[in-house]
């Protein structure tokens, strides 16, 4: 299913990745059906420069904001500094949601490259996403 992300989140998450680096940022996707309307910065508490954890408290205020405006968490959000925009074998291992939007925000390239994936089989499939 292709997903549509608004201007606003796409340019919210871009510049957490830049605020962030070199460590990677996270954070949650907010919207509804096949648009992300908004993204929902989260803390990383993993102290590695090349991992993520999303902070629970941070994830569970996600869901409630989302669920306060109507809208649900619709995926996960992280950057990868200084490799490409691709899922690393680490994001693969701790991902488990088949439901979930993967977006990773690259910034080893100018503009940043923002790629969608989501989890099915136990693999990676990379999936359209549109700016509006």
Request: charged letters at 25%.
């Amino acid at each position: 299913m292709e997903l549509e992300i608004s201007r606003a989140a796409f340019d919210a998450i871009v510049a957490h990745a830049r605020e962030a680096a070199p460590r990677e940022c996270c954070g949650l996707l907010i919207g509804l059906g096949a648009q992300i309307e908004s993204a929902h910065r989260a803390r990383n508490v993993d102290p590695s420069s090349t991992r993520f954890l999303i902070d629970p408290h941070d994830h569970f205020a996600a869901i409630r904001a989302a669920r306060a405006g109507g809208r649900e968490v619709v995926g996960v959000y992280h950057s990868h500094p200084s490799t490409p925009a691709r899922p690393s074998a680490t994001d693969l291992t701790e991902a488990s949601d088949a439901e979930c939007a993967y977006v990773i925000i690259s910034l080893a390239v100018d503009p940043p490259e923002v790629r969608l994936f989501r989890l099915e089989a136990g693999a990676f499939v990379e999936e359209p996403l549109s700016r509006l």
